[in-house]
């Protein structure tokens, strides 16, 4: 045993009589009971319901996104088939070389 | 009377929180006394032990108990973890910042004096090397029951002590060439 260990036993031995003061239990039940009918703070945490609908969210992304370009695609290629029907004629002008 | 805390706990996690209170008088002299000798002051040492018990009383509640451990040894782990957060948040603070030691009323004059020593003494170690020397040399823990609370191993413990008595050494050798 060193000397500091000596002088650390010494002041242990002096602060064995603490204890709490007589409310102190009450004190804690209080604060207890308190916890007990307030919902714990981690179950308001955002994070908590974004990890639980995460995957659901996800999909429905996917099949949003997926809608889109297929409503997109339909829209842009019946566009182009009007393009091509309201042509009446289609001419083409040829240029001969060294006319 | 001996009181099986284990049988207790069981209760407070079936939704008797009643029950609760026998955990909290069976063990708080205890748990007061090794708060006070880390934290050095009753406020915060009173502060740091309420939130142990409500954050036992939560876990119990959450079924986050197992039992693989005692009731006592667990909320020692609990309460040690808490003083450590504590004084960790009270390095950062400035010199400035920190208030002044509070006393309850209550405690006589010579334990308050030895508390005040004792944060001279072991208020320039980091908190972890701190919980091991109250653990082991105040509370009078074999390394086996300490590493269980510091949730490390008994080598750790011991290696944490080594450096605490070198760093107490160093400090006494300091104050004796004052």
């Known amino acids: ?99 | 009377m001996s009181v099986d805390l284990t049988l207790v706990a069981t209760r407070v996690e079936e939704g008797d929180t009643s029950a609760f209170r026998e955990i909290v008088a069976q063990t708080e002299a205890r748990l007061y006394r090794l708060a006070m000798r880390m934290m050095a002051d009753s406020a915060s040492a009173e502060d740091v032990l309420q939130d142990t018990y409500v954050k036992a009383f939560r876990a119990l509640r959450a079924g986050r108990y197992n039992g693989e451990s005692k009731v006592t040894t667990w909320l020692h782990r609990i309460l040690t973890n808490s003083c450590i957060d504590a004084l960790r948040k009270r390095r950062e603070q400035s010199v400035r910042e920190l208030p002044e030691p509070h006393y309850d009323g209550a405690i006589p004059l010579d334990a308050r004096m030895a508390l005040r020593e004792l944060d001279g003494w072991l208020g320039e170690l980091p908190p972890g090397q701190r919980a091991v020397v109250v653990l082991r040399l105040l509370e009078g823990m074999s390394a086996k029951e300490a590493a269980r609370i510091l949730d490390c191993s008994e080598t750790a413990v011991e290696q944490r002590l080594v450096r605490a008595r070198s760093t107490l050494r160093e400090r006494r050798a300091a104050l004796e060439g004052e």
């Open chain 1, 1 to 99: 045993m060193t000397a500091e260990d000596r002088e650390l036993r010494e002041l242990a031995r002096r602060t064995d009589g603490l204890r709490p003061h007589r409310g102190f239990t009450n004190a804690v039940m209080a604060a207890v009971e308190a916890a007990d009918v307030e919902p714990p703070v981690r179950s308001l945490r955002l994070g908590d319901g974004v990890a639980r609908s995460g995957a659901v969210a996800v999909v429905l992304a996917a099949v949003a996104a997926a809608a889109c370009v297929f409503v997109s695609l339909s829209a842009q290629s019946s566009f182009d088939e009007q393009v091509v029907l309201s042509v009446d004629t289609l001419s083409v002008d040829t240029l001969e070389v060294g006319e």
